[in-house]
């Protein structure tokens, strides 16, 4: 995503586990439990790895130097 831009959020349907990993960039992570309130907010920068837990709704939202990741 572009600089200073968010993701929208979201979930997986199949409520399987989501495994995101920090190509290059750097920005935030929140995370968001089935009971809507906030478990993690944090920083992330490339070569990051992080897994989000079945019913969880995540969203990215990117620094100055934009995001990529898989």
Excluded: N
């Excluded at 995101?20 to 993690?40: A, E, N």
């Excluded at 969880?56 to 130097?65: C, G, L, P, T």
Aim: hydrophobic content about 40%; some cysteine; glycine content about 12%.
């Amino acid at each position: 995503i572009d600089a200073h831009s968010m993701c929208s959020p979201g979930f997986s349907c199949d409520s399987a586990y989501q495994v995101t990993y920090i190509v290059r960039g750097s920005g935030r992570v929140q995370v968001v439990g089935p009971d809507g309130k906030r478990v993690l907010e944090t920083r992330i920068e490339g070569g990051s790895l992080f897994i989000v837990p079945r019913f969880h709704v995540v969203s990215k939202i990117a620094d100055a130097s934009g995001m990529e990741w898989f």
